[in-house]
Every structure is written in C-alpha cells, then in structure tokens.
C-alpha cells in the first residue's frame, strides 16, 4: 500500500458519533509509518472498530475466557469492538500484536514485554529457543512464549489463540516461566502502565 493511498482512504473516511470505521485493506497491507498518518489526519478522540481477525479473536475469547471478556467489554458504554485510534498500531499487519490485553480490573492481567524478563536466566532460554527454533527441534510451550515475549509484546490469550492451545496451557507456561526465574509477572493494570506505548 502506498502513502497516496493511505491519504485517499483518509479522505473518504466519515465519522459518524466519533466513531470511524476503518476498511480491512487498511489492517492488512499498512505500514506503521502509514498508521501514522491516519493518527495524524484523525482528531485524538477518534473511536475506530477493531479488524475482523481480532473480531474473530474476541468471539474465540468469550467462550474460552468469559470472565476475561467480560472484564473488557461487559460494562461498555458503547458496542464492544470499538477502540480508541491510539491502538491503530497494535493492528496493523505489519507490527501485528492485536488489541492489547492489559488493563483488566476484575481478572489478573498476563501482558508481557521483553522487559518483564530477568536479564541472565531470560537471556539464556531465549538463545536456546532460538536455536531450537532455527534447527525445527521441539520446543516447549514455555521457550515458544519466551522466544514470542522477547519478539514482540504479548498477552496470554493472544498467545494462546494464535497457538491453537487453551488458556490454561499458556497459563502453565507463564507459571514455568517464573518459576524459572525467567519471567516476572505483573497481575494489576496499574503496574502494567508503563509497559505499554500507547
């Protein structure tokens, strides 16, 4: 997709209520410099609708984690499924993250970034799993989500979804992971602030 297109699309955008519906193509074929440049034409306040494939997440999420759903959407004023334009880069194909789940208050939050990993044991596990993962050799639920959370940040559910396993299977893996001492978790919302660029 190229920066024109980016700016034609912004010109056919209509808000209706503040909310803009932004087409898939923008999802799928954007670049974060262009995410950019959709933040910047759109006023701050701007809600936008989440792409299908984290729709088709969030449904996945509401009959494998209801609580957790719950906790996200339940008490919306507005429909679920519309977010703030800040997340835009979240979404976008190329950086692709999904919708962070980071701000539970009812259930404990599982967001992690590569600096909720202890230096020395974090270090080693993640050059082993890398290597196991250039060789194709088997690797562990725990070294697939140290490798993942050392790449990009990430949520549990994400992780599980994207790995066709249960959330309680990358539940396990979060708690080998810290008892390892590889991994540091931090369970409230508010702790969880300063890890996210929003």
């Not at 082993?128 to 050392?150: C, G, H, N, R, W």
Request: contains cysteine; proline residues 4%; charged residues 25%.
């Amino acid at each position: 997709m190229t920066d024109l297109q980016i700016h034609e699309i912004c010109n056919k955008l209509v808000a209706q209520d503040g909310l803009v519906i932004l087409p898939e193509v923008l999802f799928d074929s954007a670049s974060q410099a262009q995410a950019k440049i959709v933040m910047d034409y759109l006023p701050k306040s701007t809600l936008i609708n989440l792409p299908h494939r984290e729709i088709e997440f969030f449904e996945w999420l509401k009959l494998a984690d209801r609580p957790v759903w719950d906790d996200l959407w339940e008490d919306e004023a507005i429909s679920p499924y519309v977010v703030s334009i800040a997340f835009l880069p979240f979404l976008i194909d190329a950086d692709y993250r999904g919708f962070p789940i980071c701000d539970l208050t009812k259930c404990d939050n599982y967001y992690f970034t590569a600096d909720h990993m202890v230096d020395d044991e974090s270090k080693l596990l993640v050059e082993s799993s890398k290597t196991l993962f250039l060789e194709k050799k088997q690797m562990s639920l725990a070294q697939i989500l140290a490798l993942q959370i050392s790449v990009s940040p990430i949520d549990i559910w994400h992780f599980a979804f994207k790995s066709k396993i249960t959330v309680e299977s990358a539940k396990k893996a979060v708690a080998e992971l810290v008892a390892d001492g590889v991994l540091v978790h931090l369970r409230s919302a508010e702790h969880l602030t300063s890890f996210i660029d929003i």
